[in-house]
């Protein structure tokens, strides 16, 4: 029977990232390794024969309570003396219960069998490998390295599977040694033609552990092109070149996952546009933001819009940066936006959109001293380009009230005095 039947793949992962610490084990080859057992197939009588045909036909058939009632009688007509039939019996025991996932029945049966040490070699250690299985299930580490240990001393070459390298691997993980995982779950990857994407996962949650992000970056590359649509390699392999500073790398990993359309949270969206902009490619983290928000994958905050201004404006959009701006401004408890905004305005000479934004600033109030001075000098120079000279005195007016804003505000009203004595001569 199987390891990965019994053992699923999320385990084996969880394994690998979540080990107590219980100390690095010396290699816990079992000091049978080099003792040679002479033990060798024996005959049975043709009643016993036919009766363990039988059970075995019961097995077969899944009728495994029968299966028991066979083994049970046996077993009580079995003499004490006779070691190899005991352990036979008990073998087949063990089976049974496995299959049907009573593993502490089936351990206790292989213990009895193994401890009777009856059985030819192959079999005797065969089943060290079904009780190193067992230990782990039943998170008896230790025990369980030491059985696979011996299990690979004694074992045939061609008997070794890809599956029993990821067995060690996951016992190993517990104790925590990542290099010993390492070095068994790359053997395991390199025995199959088609490995299996746990043992990638379990091979890079080492890597992780020993911060070795060349490896995990190595790791990534090979799981990519086997999985490619799943995000979170793409994402993973670009955090690691970002962490290596390998920042062209990390920025084309991700902007390709992006093409793809594998990005579809607020956190992938903006990893990206924030890539972006620490890459100087501004027109392009205002378009993944953009794209983001309208797609109602980015929270439509204060934030986010703001971002997504402040990204326009630096790709000098200017339409684009207003329309993200008054958004936030719609959600914003202060005016700050909105002042940001009039100062676009007012350089664009849109001197009425202006106003709106800049009234919008002041009534929400929540700024600065000086960015309040700031908002009525531009008021009045809206009011002022739109002709309403007396509101333009007005704000100007309130504009001197501001220690930074005094100087430039009478300047302004000597400007407005000028313009209304041109007009009146």
């Not at 029977?1 to 084990?25: K, T």
């Not at 501004?282 to 933001?289: D, E, G, I, T, Y």
């Not at 676009?344 to 309040?372: F, P, Q």
Request: glycine share 6%.
């Amino acid at each position: 029977m199987g390891y990965r039947r019994h053992i699923g793949n999320g385990l084996i992962v969880a394994a690998a990232i979540a080990g107590a610490a219980l100390g690095r084990p010396a290699i816990a080859q079992s000091s049978q390794c080099g003792v040679e057992r002479n033990m060798r197939v024996q005959a049975l009588d043709e009643f016993t024969w036919r009766q363990m045909n039988e059970m075995y036909e019961a097995v077969g058939q899944e009728d495994y309570a029968e299966a028991l009632e066979d083994i049970r009688r046996m077993i009580g007509r079995a003499r004490d003396n006779d070691s190899y039939l005991r352990a036979i019996l008990f073998q087949a025991r063990a089976q049974v219960k496995w299959a049907l996932q009573d593993y502490d029945g089936a351990l206790e049966s292989f213990e009895a069998a193994v401890e009777l040490d009856a059985l030819p070699d192959p079999t005797h250690f065969s089943l060290m490998y079904q009780l190193a299985q067992l230990y782990y299930m039943k998170e008896r580490y230790r025990e369980a390295l030491d059985r696979l240990e011996l299990w690979f001393c004694k074992v045939t070459p061609e008997k070794i599977t890809a599956d029993a390298y990821i067995l060690k691997a996951s016992i190993y993980a517990q104790f925590p040694d990542w290099p010993a995982v390492i070095e068994a779950v790359s053997t395991a990857i390199e025995m199959s033609e088609k490995p299996n994407e746990s043992w990638y996962t379990l091979k890079l949650a080492a890597h992780y552990e020993m911060n070795d992000f060349p490896a995990a970056g190595d790791t990534l590359e090979a799981m990519i092109p086997l999985w490619p649509d799943k995000k979170q390699y793409w994402v993973q392999l670009s955090q690691v070149y970002f962490k290596l500073k390998q920042d062209d790398k990390a920025l084309a990993t991700l902007g390709l996952a992006y093409r793809k359309g594998l990005l579809d949270s607020q956190a992938d969206i903006l990893y990206l546009a924030n890539l972006y902009a620490f890459r100087e490619v501004p027109l392009k983290s205002a378009q993944v933001l953009q794209g983001g928000l309208d797609g109602n994958i980015v929270e439509p905050s204060e934030k986010h819009w703001t971002m997504a201004g402040d990204s326009w404006y630096a790709a000098e959009e200017l339409e684009e940066a207003l329309a993200a701006y008054e958004n936030a401004g719609k959600v914003a408890l202060d005016g700050d936006i909105d002042l940001r905004r009039g100062y676009i305005l007012i350089d664009l000479e849109r001197w009425e959109e202006a106003r709106t934004a800049l009234r919008a600033a002041v009534d929400k109030g929540g700024i600065s001293e000086r960015k309040m001075g700031d908002a009525y000098l531009m008021i009045g120079m809206s009011e002022f380009n739109l002709g309403n000279f007396d509101q333009a005195s007005t704000a100007w007016g309130r504009a001197s009230r501001y220690p930074r804003a005094k100087a430039a505000a009478e300047q302004w009203m000597n400007h407005l005095r000028e313009e209304r004595a041109r007009r009146a001569s």
